[in-house]
C-alpha cells in the first residue's frame, strides 16, 4: 500500500504541467487531448480552454471562468478571506492547503460573489478543480450557503459553476454535512425566492456536489463533454462487476436521461446565461 502511494505521488509529480493544465511540447504548443494535433497554447488561452481545431473544453480556473460570465469589472467576491482549519488534525492536511493556495492563488476551492452578466446583478459561486480536485470541504459548503443567503435577501438569481471530485476527505465527517447543510439552504432559498437558479455542470462534477446543489437548479446547463455522475464510473464497475454503457457519465448521456436540461458551449455560456436570466425574470 505504502509502495503503491509512492508510487502514484511520483507519478503525480512528474506528469506535464502548463499555466493552462495541458501537457507541454516545447513551451508554445500543446498537444490536444481531443484531437491529438498541436495546439497554440496561446490560441487556447485566448478560447478560454476550448481547443481551436476539435473544441475540446478543458478545464478552466474559476478566475477565468468569472472573466468569461460576469460584465468586465463587476464581480465583487464575498467571505474571500475564509478559511479551512484542520479539525480532524488530519495528517498533511495543512501542508496540502498551503500548496492549493500557492498553486491557485484562491484561499479555498470556491470563489463566490455578486456580478452582473449582460447587465443583469446576478449571485455567483464557482468551484476551481485545481484546489484539492473541487473538494466539497467545510468552507466550499459555507459559501454555497452564503451565496445562496446573499440571492434571496437582495432578490437576485442565483448561478452556481460546479466542478468537483467530491467530498473533502481529508474533513471527514464535516465534509459530508456540506451535503445536508447546503440542501437545507437550498430548499429555504427554494421556498422564498422569486428568481431563477441556474447551475453550469463542468468537467468533473462527481460526488455530494453532484448529490446535493448542482442538479437541485430550475435549469441544468453542461459544458460538452463534462463528466458527470456520483461515483465514477470504474468504482461502478468494481462493485456491480457489469460493463457500463458507451459514454457513461457524460454530460451528453445525461442530457439524454433527462439529469441535464442543455449542453452548452463555453464560448456561448455568456450570452445562453444572459438570455435564460431575462427569460426567467
Ligand atoms: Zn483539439
Not at 190 to 202: A, C, D, L
Not at 203 to 217: E, K, M
Not at 233 to 243: F, Q, Y
Not at 256 to 276: A, K, P, Q, T, Y
Request: aromatic share 8%.
Amino acid at each position: 500500500m505504502r509502495h503503491w502511494l509512492s508510487k502514484r505521488r511520483e507519478y503525480s509529480r512528474s506528469a506535464p504541467e502548463t499555466e493552462s493544465g495541458l501537457g507541454q511540447i516545447n513551451g508554445v504548443f500543446t498537444k490536444c487531448r481531443g484531437c491529438k494535433k498541436p495546439v497554440y497554447e496561446e490560441d487556447l488561452k485566448s478560447r478560454f480552454n476550448v481547443c481551436p481545431n476539435c473544441d475540446y473544453h478543458y478545464p478552466i480556473s474559476a478566475p477565468e471562468r468569472i472573466k468569461l460570465l460576469a460584465d468586465p469589472g463587476s464581480f465583487t467576491e464575498m467571505a474571500r478571506e475564509m478559511r479551512a482549519e484542520n479539525l480532524l488534525s488530519f495528517e498533511g492536511y495543512e501542508g496540502q492547503l498551503e500548496k492549493a493556495r500557492e498553486k491557485s492563488g484562491l484561499g479555498e476551492a470556491m470563489v463566490a460573489g455578486r456580478a452582473t452578466i449582460g447587465g443583469n446583478p446576478v449571485a455567483l459561486a464557482v468551484m476551481d478543480f485545481r484546489f484539492i480536485g473541487g473538494s466539497m470541504g467545510s468552507v466550499v459548503g459555507e459559501k454555497v450557503a452564503l451565496t445562496m443567503e446573499a440571492a434571496l435577501e437582495e432578490d437576485l438569481p442565483l448561478i452556481i459553476v460546479s466542478s468537483s471530485g467530491g467530498a473533502r476527505m481529508q474533513e471527514g465527517i464535516y465534509s459530508l454535512l456540506q451535503l445536508a447543510k447546503t440542501s437545507v439552504e437550498l430548499v429555504r432559498y427554494t421556498r422564498e425566492r422569486k428568481k431563477p437558479y441556474v447551475s453550469v455542470i463542468t468537467d468533473p462534477t462527481f460526488g455530494g456536489v453532484t448529490a446535493s446543489f448542482a442538479t437541485a437548479a430550475d435549469v441544468i446547463l453542461a459544458e460538452p463533454g463534462a463528466r458527470v455522475g456520483f461515483a465514477g464510473a470504474r468504482v461502478i464497475e468494481g462493485a456491480t462487476k457489469e460493463r457500463l454503457p458507451e459514454g457513461f457519465q457524460t454530460a451528453e448521456f445525461q442530457r439524454e436521461h433527462g439529469m441535464v436540461d442543455r449542453i452548452v458551449h463555453r464560448l456561448e455560456l455568456r450570452e445562453d446565461v444572459r438570455r435564460l436570466l431575462e427569460l426567467l425574470a
